[in-house]
């Protein structure tokens, strides 16, 4: 699938033009025959002879970028003085900064501040550490942890190459829910170590969002945490993706007027993301699910299951289908793929069920080219931007720990799960619902309060939440 330009390798050009009544038209005429798209223009300086000219303009990556710069250069009249990428220029010195929230104007204030005030406060926290929710940063901070074996599409790059997602997700914490996430990329792959570290680091921190961790050792890593720390352990590749996904299959289900008990489930993909969107579905009611990975479908009698793929063998494929995935895929209902580029075409959608829903989920590059599935389907989505149906882990990660966070939540559980997504399913109104609208926009107002409350309901119904201490009443007990 050809890639659409896109903002996401957007370039401003700086050129020196001879002016002339064309020189405008010139640029952008070149820019658009070479394929880009212009998104904005701006005369920086003009005289008599030559005039200064930005033009910024979407493309498709760094080499139909040079092309487009190649094309401008080739114009009579034009001297390129600069390019300049605007998401390295995003990137420049870090998307984060650490700001204080006190005025420290006066020695008064230094001595509320610092010492010798902050002593009083060490010293209640320490008579009773609970206070430390109220009185430290821990009260709205969380850890974005990572090795940097798994980041996004590009696989094993570690950890410095993976730190700059992990500010991008700190930033969407705190844009959409208000939460100081800080980056943590470990320079191990040591799941002992990994899980000592997160252990002695979390003080700080009121949960930890585990990132980009390569399965198998992404599921000890969690499981251990889990058990060693008394706060939640959330790990986004897995339980992001899994609410999202069963958020957007409710409602694509509501479109199609199929029940989730009765529908027959193709999945391909057993990794972190894979075994974490079954377990949620199982938990939500579904029924017959059949998981497929590399070496076609998963059931018991197949030689060399390790434990995980054991048990998703012992928990699904109820009718004892063997075979390939194309094999798997006649007659289902739904599809969910959460592995590999270009592994189905349009034929293999077309054997699918009547009104079959379709969510290619691999990125860049989904399972099947969503052009092609759309004839054979009634609804497709992706995890892709410039399609509709986006199925965007951004829906879930900031609403559910805002969630966590409010309840104090000591731990993360399936029906906390459960409720942010039939939350985030509800964000969509039944006159809003149809096959290009079964997920709301990330921008949509209501999604990070809706899944928070949702969490936090959950997480006191479950008895994950501690008794909360509030801002007042710890103050007060301190005199």
């Known amino acids: ?8 390798s957007s370039i401003t050009v700086r050129m020196r033009v001879r002016a002339r009544p064309t020189a405008v038209s010139d640029l952008t005429t070149a820019i658009e025959r070479a394929g880009g798209i212009v998104t904005a223009l701006d005369v920086t300086e003009s ?34 003085e600069r390019v300049s990428d605007r998401t390295f220029l995003m990137h420049l010195g870090g998307k984060l900064s650490i700001e204080s929230k006190v005025p420290i104007r006066n020695r008064d204030d230094l001595s509320m501040v610092y010492t010798p005030g902050v002593a009083r406060v060490c010293e209640a926290i320490a008579a009773r550490p609970a206070d430390a929710r109220n009185l430290t940063i821990k009260r709205n901070t969380i850890a974005v942890v990572t090795d940097g074996t798994a980041v996004l599409g590009l696989g094993d790059i570690g950890p410095l190459a993976a730190l700059p997602v992990m500010e991008g997700k700190a930033a969407l914490f705190k844009r959409f829910a208000g939460i100081d996430a800080f980056p943590l990329p470990l320079a191990t792959t040591d799941v002992d170590e990994i899980v000592r570290t997160v252990v002695a680091i979390a003080p700080a921190f009121a949960g930890i969002n585990l990132e980009d961790i390569s399965a198998p050792r992404c599921f000890e890593v969690e499981a251990r945490l889990r058990e060693a720390l008394d706060i939640p352990v959330f790990h986004d590749d897995q339980h992001g993706t899994a609410i999202v996904a069963l958020a957007a299959l409710t409602n694509a289900l509501k479109v199609v007027h199929k029940d989730l ?51 998703i063998a012992e928990h699904t494929n109820p009718r004892g289908l ?8 006649a007659g289902a209902d739904v599809f969910v793929g959460l592995s590999a580029p270009g592994i189905l075409t349009g034929d293999d959608i077309a054997t699918m069920a009547d009104d079959a829903i379709v969510f290619a989920m691999a990125n860049p590059r989904p399972e099947v080219d969503p052009d092609e599935a759309a004839p054979h389907a009634a609804i497709v989505g992706t995890g892709r931007s410039d399609w509709a149906n986006q199925i965007n882990n951004v829906l879930a990660f900031p609403g559910v ?14 029906d906390m799960l459960l ?3 039939r939350a985030l399913a509800g964000v969509v109104s039944p006159a809003e619902l149809n096959a290009t609208y079964i997920v709301p926009s990330v921008f949509h107002p209501e999604v990070t309060s809706r ?16 008794y909360r201490i509030g801002a007042d009443d710890a103050a007060a007990d301190l005199g």
């Open 419 to 421: 409720a942010a997504a």
């Open 47 to 80: 005289g008599q002879a030559r005039i200064g000219v930005d033009v910024t303009c979407a493309t498709r990556g760094e080499e139909h970028a040079g092309q487009i710069v190649e094309a401008l250069e080739g114009l009579d009249g034009v001297l390129v």
């Open 451 to 466: 899944v928070a409350a949702a969490v936090e309901r959950a997480a006191r119904a479950t008895g994950a939440a501690e």
């Open 401 to 414: 720990f805002r969630g966590l966070l409010d309840a104090h939540s000591t731990s993360v559980n399936d």
């Open 322 to 329: 063997t075979g390939t995935l194309r094999d798997a895929m």
């Open 261 to 311: 008990a009765a529908v027959r489930i193709v999945m391909s993909g057993a990794g972190a993301a894979g075994t974490a969107v079954l377990k949620l579905l199982l938990h939500a009611g579904a029924t017959d699910v059949v998981v497929c990975d590399i070496d076609g479908v998963v059931h018991t009698g197949r030689d060399g299951l390790d434990p995980s793929l054991r048990w």
């Open 1 to 8: 699938m050809a890639s659409a330009p896109s903002v996401s």
